[in-house]
């Protein structure tokens, strides 16, 4: 399972983009990339997902280098809703051992 | 329909004490999983279950117990609680298929405090 390295923390103010950047140096030809979001005292929330290039939703954007080392969340014009941990998983479809990290804790300042 | 739903919301345990978590979700899922969550901390995953009657180990599988005899059902046992188990449970469901990464659904959590 490739492990991943995200910042603690970040600060940012509304209406600004934010950029979260996740750290995968070991990910397998097959494995893909998933974000997902964690108000307090919720679980999880899915964001995006991607495999390569660029993905985008309603939500937001997910940048994949061709090397697949590294992908950055990119959040854009954030509000005081968007505070919350952000997780990055990597993992291949079918093995179902989905590990999660400590995660990136976003703080949007009014 | 209800999604993913967990019970109890709040549970208070004495040391050796043993209960179950519930897990039950409406999708139809083949993949259901269980979590818990330290103060501060990201999930760590315990059990796995791939389909009824499939079950796997997780990253931190001592001291729970868990079986899978319906789709729908995904309980967590704590055979004997220790005051290390105290923690917020989680749990999620997804539905393979295709060639991505699934989507995993999450219930709302059942913090657990063990005295």
């Known amino acids: 399972l490739a492990k991943t390295t995200q910042p603690i923390s970040m600060d940012s103010y509304e209406g600004q983009e934010v950029n979260i950047t996740c750290s995968h140096n070991?990910?397998?030809?097959?494995?893909?990339i998933t974000w997902y979001q964690q108000f307090p005292s919720q679980g999880p929330r899915f964001i995006i997902q991607?495999?390569?290039t660029k993905v985008t939703n309603e939500v937001a954007s997910l940048f994949i280098p061709a090397d697949r080392k590294s992908s950055t969340l990119s959040l854009p014009r954030v509000s005081l809703s968007d505070t919350a941990v952000y997780y990055c998983?990597?993992?291949?479809?079918?093995?179902?051992?989905?590990?999660f990290g400590t995660g990136t804790r976003l703080k949007v300042l009014a | 329909n209800a999604g993913v739903t967990q019970t109890p919301k709040f549970q208070v345990l004495k040391t050796g004490q043993s209960m179950t978590l519930q897990c039950a979700q409406d999708?139809?899922?083949?993949?259901m999983s269980w979590y818990r969550q330290d103060p501060g901390m990201g999930l760590r995953l315990i059990h796995y279950?791939?389909?009824?009657?499939?079950?796997d180990q997780g990253e931190v599988p001592n001291g729970y117990n868990v079986s899978r005899s319906t789709t729908e059902d995904f309980p967590l046992r704590l055979l004997s609680a220790a005051p290390s188990q105290t923690s917020v449970y989680f749990c999620?469901?997804?539905?393979?298929?295709?060639?991505?990464?699934?989507?995993?659904?999450f219930g709302p959590g059942t913090r657990l405090t063990v005295l």
């Open positions: 279950s791939v389909g009824a009657g499939i079950t």
């Open positions: 070991n990910i397998a030809t097959n494995d893909y």
């Open positions: 999708m139809n899922h083949e993949y």
């Open positions: 999620a469901s997804s539905s393979p298929g295709g060639s991505s990464y699934n989507e995993q659904f």
């Open positions: 998983l990597v993992g291949t479809p079918g093995t179902y051992k989905y590990i």
């Open positions: 991607g495999y390569k």
